[in-house]
């Protein structure tokens, strides 16, 4: 299924179901970064309108999640089948080139997620997965946009793009730039000509060898430059040729010139980059075109996956000589509606021997073997052992334990003399203990004697009160109940009556109760007609309608209580701003989000959010001169979300999961204010508090206007050293009037 959303708000506008889309096309490259997806469906059903003006579409993505690209072609036609659209779509995050202009300037000192944070900010993108580590600097010479910077910082940290979008089912709720260390991974998949793999040419070049580099670095404000000269001496001898004078072999060299913008490169970096390039040179380029064939669809084979991005092997041993591959899947063309229409294209080849091959395998072999061992003097140093319901047969020697697996609990046992004898007790009779049968005896003969006792003592007692309550003469006190007495009788045989155990009660003509008044002061009627008011404390009306304690509640069918005393006992969610209204961090190289997903300098989990002090109260990081700005507001403290919401309840209820690491307040605050008269809510958790933590502020009276508040999280520097670690998640805002 294809959704369509409005290119401004997000909005759903349709959706294209399967027998709709007539073919489509997902196209991922890595060579390029580029995503397309290009489908053909009808031009005159409703959703037709939405195919165009900028419009998005969200498809599903191979095993999970959603991806998202923006219309920019739509064309339609008429073929002999009716009005037809092809439509063409290309990645929403390309859009990022055109999200803002960066200015030339110098970020020092960046980890990759910072970098990602200048990037993505002021755009609908923020960072996702992050795996890069150290620092590094970007200086950027001319203007740029922020796609174009995040491609710099995946090449500078030696990382892959992934984008990414989240959704909730009806909107979507993020989207996400990863740098991965590698997309996509080693499935065990193996392809071998004569199977799935179809077919295979291998091409070798030579004309761009080169045995030394002359590497020359980013020029310096004082316009001079480092050089480094890197030689590889074993590509001498394969290449070289000898100097017609001197005999020696001579270099093939040209000078090399990282793209880096870094002025303050060192000659330990510019070596390692130019020996890096240099490895690339030293050997002949050998390329490989392929054909194999996706068995992922086919019945039975659903272990032959491949995705984008994977790690596959290739086998052809009728080549010559034969092939050993590894290779990725660098371009993947698939379907969304037909899992086995798929292509993939391969790339990063890498070529190993025969004799490798064979290495590898004894190499195997030898760890194998090595195991085997280690489980064989296990066997011998560990007595055996058989699980069974029956026992094995006896042998001269050594017997293994046999566990007994015919009752419960399993009780091992041991040959002893030839037979077979349990290693502990299992009934009561082996410890001169009684069964519980006997214990079950002993307690009924118990009890059936005390009830006999008890009941003709009860007897006896009852026929002495009544011999005694018989003459009234032994009565000084109370009252006589001679039965029922009736005080007036009807000629139609209705009656009331007097009743010592019932009470008063009102019969009709054919002798049936009608109504009553029992001894405990109940009435029972079956209509009532009153003309004054009811007052009571507890009472029923039908089935889901009842009075207690003086208020009156709902009940729902399942007995649970959904109104009381005019409260509804729901919580109602709560929603913030998205993106979230946050205060921005500030160093000398611009704005970036101050509390991440996964962290920035330090790293936790993805799902949890985290920043470092130093990097947001101006005493910047250890180990670095990069100066960060204190963007604490009066209250000493940073805005994470603003929430607006009707006032229909009586409390504000925020779920707060705090993490170890670091000292912080909690602050709620009307607006966006930051005095301390408008502060709603304040506390102070401690380094050691962790866990949920329920933060509860009363509104007071529900006025159903449009209210709005920030929570804010801040510290003091006396609190904490500035590497300290804030670690949070916000797991629910909710409005009740239960608190």
Known sequence: MIHITDGQSDEILDFITVKNILDNKHRQSLKDNLETFEFRTFADKPFSQHLGKHNRVIIPAEDQGYQEFVITEFAKYRDTEGLKAGVYASASYLLLKKAKVIKPQTFKEQTATTAVSHATDETEWRPGIIEGKGYRTFNIEQHTNPYAFLKMIAKEFNLELRFRVETN???????????????????????????DLIGIRRTEKTDNIYTALLGIGPEKEDGTRIEVLVEDADALQRWGRPDPVTGKLKHFIEPYEPQSSDQDMTISRLRTLTQTELNKRINEVVEYESTIADLESVPGMQNKKIRFGDTIKIKDTKFN????????????????????????????????????????????QAEIRKKIGIDQLREYAEPKKIESDTPPPIKEGENPIWVDTSKTPKVPHVVVAGEWVKMSPTTPAEVDAYTKQQVENKANAAQQAAEQYALAKATQALADAKAFAENADNISKGVIDVGAIPLRTSITGARLEWDGVNGLVQYNTNGEPVSWLDLDANAHFANAFLSGRIEALEGFFGDNLRLRDGKLEIIRDDGAVSVSSGMVRNGLTVVGNDPPYMTSGESDTGKFQSFVPGGTIKSTSFHIYGATKGTLDGRGLDGTTMNYHDVRDNLGALAFQKYHFIHSARYLIFRFNKYSGSTISVHVVKGNSDDTADRLYFEKLENGRTGIQEFRVDLGVPDFSLRTVTFKIGWADSWGGRMEFVRFIMERVFLTDFA
């Open 169 to 195: 089912g009806n909107k979507i709720t993020g989207r996400y730039v990863d740098l991965l260390e590698r997309i996509g991974q080693w499935r065990g998949r193996e392809v071998e000509f004569g199977k």
């Open 321 to 364: 000589p034969p092939l050993y591959l590894e290779a990725r899947v660098h371009t993947q063309d698939r379907s969304i509606t037909d899992k086995s229409k798929k292509e993939v294209t391969l790339g990063d080849y890498i070529e190993y021997t025969e004799e490798e091959v064979k290495a590898i395998w004894q190499s195997l």
